[in-house]
Structure formats: C-alpha cells, structure tokens
Nanobody, 124 residues
Framework: QVQLAESGGGLVEVGGSLRLSCAAS????????MAWFRQAPGKEREFAAG????????YYGDSVKGRFTISRDVAKNTVYLHMNTLKPEDTAVYYC?????????????????WGQGTQVTVSS
C-alpha cells in the first residue's frame, strides 16, 4: 500500500523559509517521478515543483521559480520542498504526488498517488 506523508507546514512570516517533507512508503522515490502541488482556497491545484525518477531533472512552476527547490533523499525515501522568500500568495495546502511514468509532468491527472496535504500559511 502506497502512502505519501507530508509534514513541515505551518505559519511563517513574509520573507521566511520552510522545508516540507514527503515520506514515501510502498514505493521508491528513485523509481517514480515525485512532485509538489499546491491549492489555495477557491483555486485549482497547481504544480509547484517536480523531480524525475532519475533525480536528474527538476522542474518548477513560474510562480515559485528561483525561490523553491525540490530535492530527495533516496536512503530515507523522502522528497523535500525547500521554500524561501515566502510570500502571502504562497499560502496553500501543499500536496506530495507520485507518478509511475518517471517524468515530473505538471498535470494533476498524470499522478497516481497523492498525500493528504500540509497547510502553509504566510502572514503579512
């Protein structure tokens, strides 16, 4: 049974940083493409960052490029999202996702497994 467990969310001030973690079980992060999506109230879920199965390719949504970094620790079977220079518009529930295609596409329907999400709130 596949489980993706996000953690690390919370309340942070504008300009601050957070690191989100996604601990995977039932699959290997070195065999799946992994991604972070986010969903703000009243908005569609959007792609934030992704990493290919090989770890060689990383991708970012335009709104987070240059501020967020995705990484993984294969030994811990965990994927991270390092978020810097946070803005109020980064406030959302952040979801970890995995797809068996191996390429970190930006479309939600490409993903097979999802976590429950972790709330990030950036206060101004």
């Amino acid at each position: 049974q596949v489980q993706l467990a996000e953690s690390g969310g919370g309340l942070v001030e504008v300009g601050g940083s957070l690191r989100l973690s996604c601990a995977a079980s039932g699959l290997s992060v070195s065999s799946y493409a992994m991604a972070w999506f986010r969903q703000a109230p009243g908005k569609e879920r959007e792609f934030a960052a992704g990493i290919d199965w090989s770890g060689d390719g990383t991708y970012y949504g335009d709104s987070v490029k240059g501020r967020f970094t995705i990484s993984r620790d294969v030994a811990k079977n965990t994927v991270y999202l390092h978020m810097n220079t946070l803005k109020p518009e980064d406030t959302a529930v952040y979801y970890c996702a995995a797809n068996h295609y191996g390429r970190a596409w930006a479309l939600t329907y490409e993903y097979d497994f999802w976590g429950q999400g972790t709330q990030v709130t950036v206060s101004s």
